[in-house]
């Protein structure tokens, strides 16, 4: 039997987050079609090409739930500044992007997440997001992208501000263009900024577009105080409970970050279905610890997030034990609970929450027959990582996105032992120094 692909002698992390030693994977088209032992299936398929496994964990491809590919080239800028760094940095850099800009930066967030091990991500928006998807289609990643909405605010905001109209009608544009492109690997939904930065107006027409599309909402949630005490003041009531009166909770929506939430938000939240992305090292270096456990506890699906590159890198390794850390601190020492966040809850996190997060939990998110092919491939020999005698806890505590090897997308290799195969990675990176510095000088800090 012909298959593309043979996955050869590695071992397999479970849906169940066990692992099955000595075994082969059969994928075909975007599909995997067969996991077995390695006789077995060896004998069985006749592969067009062969990934090598031996000493490596298969697992599903991670999936960055909430990032800003806009922002790849403000790395480093936004560390040690004091507030508002929306304000001083965010905002003028972002608005001073050309779409040139926005694709290079584009490819550049791309080819570091692939080369950490994440094969999709949740865009939540910025300028010119028809070059982003350009980007993306050519990477081979699979993402949900949308285009910034904000027709509130202050004239700081400048060209990143539009109607309520204007906004919908772009991403309505970006939405006929693009969705369903690169073989099914591109959705286009709609966002909400956030509740100080968009009116009801918009909020309401996003929820109908939304719906008579069948896409995605994005926004962003209870980040800090500041987006609550704006609510109270405004509309007499918490950012969640405003939400759902205009209609944007549900099963569609995406909330970042997640910081500030009461415990009624978390109830109503669970209650309407939505989806959460944690970002740790942006939540815990600006806003504080979320109530993690108590969010897992009420049921919400909770995946993890970079927020971008402004501050640190696009690595989900590092925000699983970032989190896993914060968390035991805050939340389980206090109380004496040593597994108030387990290591394979994060994996899940990592993996399915994501999954779910962009909509495609029943296709992504774990290693079955019939799941599309998202994987990624792990060295695990290694000193760091091997031998271990709990193997998902030392992927947890120990592993990082450098010991990624190979990468499969939509049943596509698209890196081979550390090589990337749809980006020029050297030319990517040379470009990104020259629109760095140009962005920057029309930015003008």
């Not at 896409?215 to 003041?233: M, N, P, R, W, Y």
Request: hydrophobic content about 40%; glycine content about 8%.
């Amino acid at each position: 039997m012909k298959c593309d692909i043979l996955i050869k002698n590695c071992q397999v992390l479970n849906p169940d987050f066990t692992i099955s030693t000595d075994c082969s994977v059969a994928i075909n088209d975007t599909i995997i079609v067969d996991i077995g032992k390695i006789k077995e299936i060896e004998q069985k398929y006749e592969p067009i090409e062969i990934i090598a496994g031996k000493g490596k964990l298969l697992m599903p491809g991670f999936i960055d739930g909430h990032t800003h590919t806009c922002q790849q080239l403000l790395r480093g800028r936004v560390s040690d500044e004091y507030p508002m760094v929306w304000t001083r940095y965010l905002v003028p850099f972002e608005s001073n992007l050309n779409p040139e800009d926005s694709y290079i930066s584009a490819q550049l967030s791309c080819l570091e997440m692939i080369k950490s091990g994440t094969t999709a991500f949740a865009d939540s928006g910025g300028v010119h997001m028809h070059r982003v998807a350009d980007a993306v289609i050519e990477s081979g990643m699979r993402a949900a992208i949308a285009k910034s909405t904000m027709d509130m605010g202050s004239s700081i905001i400048g060209t990143m501000k539009e109607t309520a109209n204007e906004a919908i009608s772009h991403t309505e544009e970006l939405y006929k263009s693009y969705q369903g492109s690169g073989d099914g690997r591109i959705d286009v939904w709609f966002a909400i900024r956030q509740v100080m930065t968009c009116s009801e107006k918009l909020i309401r027409t996003v929820v109908e577009k939304a719906k008579e599309y069948n896409t995605g909402i994005h926004a962003h949630l209870c980040e800090h105080k500041d987006e609550v005490s704006f609510c109270l003041q405004n509309y007499k009531k918490r950012p969640a409970e405003f939400l759902n009166d205009l209609g944007a909770l549900g099963p569609n929506l995406l909330t970042a970050h997640n910081v500030v939430l009461s415990e009624h938000d978390i109830t109503l939240l669970s209650t309407k279905g939505v989806k959460v992305i944690h970002c740790p090292r942006a939540n815990l270096a600006n806003h504080g610890f979320p109530k993690t456990p108590r969010i897992l506890e009420s049921g919400i699906s909770v995946g993890l997030g970079c927020d971008g590159a402004a501050p640190s890198n696009l690595n989900l390794f590092d925000e699983m034990k970032v989190l896993r850390y914060g968390t035991m601190a805050y939340w389980g020492l206090t109380v004496f609970d040593p597994v108030v966040l387990t290591c394979s809850t994060l994996l899940k996190m990592a993996t399915q929450g994501g999954a779910n997060a962009i909509q495609h939990g029943d296709i992504l998110g774990k290693i079955e027959v019939g799941k599309k092919a998202d994987l990624i491939l792990i060295n695990i020999d290694q000193p760091h990582i091997t031998p271990s005698q709990v193997l998902v806890n030392t992927i947890v505590e120990a592993a990082d996105g450098h010991d990624v090897t190979d990468s499969i997308i939509n049943g596509k290799i698209v890196m081979k032992n550390r090589e990337v195969l749809t980006l020029d990675e050297e030319k990517i990176i040379a470009e990104s120094k020259i629109k760095m510095k140009k962005i920057i000088s029309r930015a003008g800090y």
